[in-house]
């Protein structure tokens, strides 16, 4: 197993830039959660669902996120484009993946009620670089999302604004795996003030 990838040689991409323009400007990243900085629990789900190396884009605070979270053994990406959305910070990433990488689970630093047992769910249903799979929720389609390194490209070539892989997943349906996670977490993201107590 390369010390890059994990057992199936897939990368974890944690999207951590967010400025948090709903919260008063608080950076997503540095919020607390469970006495430390969120991305640092967003990494270590990541982690301890078996990915290999965590990449882990930083936009908004990314200076103050580099002094304040412990992100040892990651590989931090600056998103100077952040402003622009999540499409940014996707592309950037699955720019930036290690070659040996055959697949990348994406997840996001806002949603804490997703823990590893999850990921790893997901994380399962890997069977090469032709995988696309995504976690469901009741059927509807969220976070983390699996892409196969044959999509990296095409994937980066569409996100745009705060779609992501949205529109890319959408029109590849038919090849898209759902893995039902609902029984397992809560994929509330934490955009406004009163979800702040989502946070422990």
């Not at 929720?137 to 196969?148: E, F, N, T």
């Not at 949205?166 to 029109?171: K, P, V």
Request: glycine share 16%; charged share 25%; aromatic share 4%.
């Amino acid at each position: 197993m390369d010390e890059r990838t994990g057992p199936e040689g897939l990368a974890g991409l944690l999207l951590a830039a967010g400025g948090g323009r709903r919260l008063g400007g608080r950076a997503k990243a540095l919020l607390p959660h469970r006495g430390r900085p969120l991305v640092e629990h967003a990494v270590g789900v990541l982690r301890d669902a078996g990915c290999g190396t965590v990449y882990v884009v930083l936009g908004a605070a990314r200076e103050r996120v580099r002094e304040e979270a412990r992100l040892e053994d990651c590989v931090l990406l600056d998103n100077p484009a952040w402003e622009d959305g999540m499409g940014s910070s996707l592309r950037l990433g699955l720019r930036a993946l290690a070659p040996e990488a055959r697949g990348a689970v994406v997840s996001l630093v806002d949603q804490p009620g997703i823990g590893a047992a999850a990921v790893a769910r997901v994380a399962a249903a890997f069977r090469g670089p032709g995988t696309l799979a995504a976690a469901a929720y009741g059927g509807g389609r969220g976070h983390p999302v699996l892409l196969g390194r044959d999509h990296w490209a095409a994937v980066a070539d569409t996100a745009s604004g705060d779609q992501g892989a949205r529109g890319y997943l959408r029109a590849h349906a038919a090849a898209l795996t759902l893995v039902e996670c609902g029984d397992l977490a809560d994929p509330a993201d934490i955009d406004t003030p009163a979800d702040l107590s989502r946070l422990e």
